[in-house]
């Protein structure tokens, strides 16, 4: 067995520079260090690639040596910690070299960080993460050192770089971010997003990266400042970010399809032709038709007329005369977030009868939505939906209602058109859900099709109309997400 190798004492700097030696002679001279008992920097923030530039600094190694000696620090449990010189120490692992020239220092903890992110702060080609977590290691320190003031240290922390303290600052608010959402910073979220997504909570940042890895969206600055705004409010919850991430795009979906509808529908119309349009215009936007196998729903959307109430079933025997009123019911899913809502079509000239109703109907659901507020009851809501059917001599379905609505088709609450002001479920801002008041000319009785288990119609067979819309309560109001 061969004498364990020494560690070889080379000329210091400082009497290269003819600087007096001090009496703890080995602390300033560089000396070869086995790579072996080099340990990295605790929480490094730089990342060392086994890049081009790692290829340019292996070959400068093999031609010239080491140029440059790293700096370290004597650790108490033995070997050193590097303060700078991660890379020229890969550098020399990819050469097969077994030892790194190095100075050899003995500085505090906050020193030792600050000298490290001064010696790598100038690099270029840094990446957000790596400056976020450096520049909150610099401030940490500094702080800790004693120096005073926020803005006079983060200007202080920018220095070495030329960055000014504001840019400093908005490094370190990154640095609350999650590693997995800050990684995103480096690529795929702008900075400014990723800035308001790190007032989120640890268990809302983890909510949010799965959102993300779920749907493949990244959130907009506009829907990173709604998130910020929610968790401030406490009211952040997952299905509150699947809606701002995904709602918009499930919305647009389903409105599209709708306005689609609107331009084709008309006399001579079979529903069948309705549900090939709904089918074959979701599939190609990316989304998923919600009705079709729905507890055995055996079309793509619900196409009610006159008397029926809801739930028609679309059928190439029914053709569209002038003089019908129809509603149509569309639902989407898309990459999982579920948009639902629905609009009445008058076919050709109706009668006045079935235009008031369909006109009466809209009243309803607007004046429903003036209700939607935070602290208010589902029941407020109802009371004056209620109250303006009924003045206009109308009933409202009691056994049939609107719903909760996200990751789910029907979610709760249940929600009713009947029940009185004050009573039922609060609104909270976050909560999505539907309102889609079914009213009928006559009264409220109703009945299933016994044949096809579906289809609602009136009892006294009078015409029943409904539009559907999809609204969430917001910090002070509401939102209407799908119409
Ligand atoms: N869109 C309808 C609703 O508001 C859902 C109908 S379920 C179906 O709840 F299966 F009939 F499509
Ligand atoms: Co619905």
Redesign the pocket.
């Given at each position: 067995m061969r004498r364990p190798k020494k560690d070889i004492q080379l000329t210091s700097y400082d009497e290269l520079l003819g600087l007096e030696e001090t009496p703890e002679k080995s602390m300033n001279q560089v000396v070869e260090i086995d790579l072996a008992k080099l340990y990295p920097f605790k929480n490094h923030p730089f990342h060392v690639n086994d890049d081009e530039i790692m290829a340019e600094t292996v070959e400068s190694i093999k031609t010239y040596g080491v140029l440059t000696p790293a700096l370290v620090r004597p650790r108490p449990e033995g070997g050193y910690e590097m303060i700078s010189g991660h890379r020229r120490k890969r550098g020399c692992e990819l050469c097969g070299k077994t030892t790194l020239p190095a100075l050899v220092r003995n500085y505090t903890d906050d020193e030792a960080v600050i000298i490290m992110v001064d010696s790598n702060i100038q690099r270029e080609n840094l990446l957000p993460s790596e400056k976020a977590h450096a520049y909150k290691m610099k401030y940490d320190a500094m702080k800790h050192q004693g120096s005073k003031g926020e803005k006079y240290t983060a200007d202080m922390v920018g220095e070495a770089a030329g960055d000014s303290g504001r840019t400093v600052q908005r490094y370190i608010r990154l640095a609350a971010l999650s590693d997995a959402l800050l990684e995103y910073v480096d690529n795929k979220i702008p900075m400014i997003v990723g800035e308001k997504l790190s007032y989120l909570k640890p268990e809302e940042q983890e909510w949010l990266l799965e959102v993300i890895i779920n749907s493949s969206i990244f959130p907009t600055k506009q829907q990173a400042e709604q998130l910020k705004e929610c968790s401030a409010n406490g009211k952040l919850n997952q299905s509150y970010i699947y809606a701002v991430l995904l709602k918009k795009e499930s919305s647009k979906i389903n409105v599209a399809v709708l306005d689609a509808v609107g331009e084709m529908i008309g006399p001579g119309v079979t529903t069948q032709e309705i549900d090939d349009l709904v089918h074959s215009m979701t599939v190609r936007m990316g989304g998923i038709q919600?009705?079709l196998n729905?507890?055995g729903?055996p079309?793509s959307?619900?196409t009610s007329i006159n008397e029926v109430v809801?739930?028609g079933i679309p059928t190439p025997d029914r053709v569209l005369q002038e003089g019908d009123i129809i509603n149509v019911?569309?639902?989407t899913i898309y990459r999982g977030y579920f948009s639902?809502s629905?609009r009445m079509y008058c076919i050709g000239e109706v009668s006045e009868e079935k235009r008031k109703l369909v006109q009466v109907t809209r009243e309803c659901v607007d004046l429903g939505l003036t209700m939607v507020k935070p602290w208010n009851f589902l029941g407020d809501m109802a009371q004056v939906i209620n109250d303006h059917a009924r003045k206009n001599g109308y009933s409202i379905v009691v056994e049939i209602g609107?719903?909760g609505v996200g990751l789910e088709?029907?979610e709760e609450p249940f929600v009713s058109y009947v029940t009185k002001a004050g009573t039922e479920m609060l609104m909270v801002p976050g909560m999505v859900f539907?309102i889609?008041p079914m009213v009928n000319a006559g009264t409220s009785e109703i009945y299933i099709d016994e044949k096809d288990g579906?289809t609602v119609y009136t009892q006294d067979g009078r015409p029943s109309a409904q539009w559907?819309v999809t609204v969430a309560v917001t910090n002070d109001g509401y939102e209407v997400l799908t119409w």
């Open positions: 919600a009705p729905y507890e729903f079309k959307v619900c809801c739930h019911d569309v639902s639902d629905s609107g719903h088709f029907h539907t889609e579906w559907e």
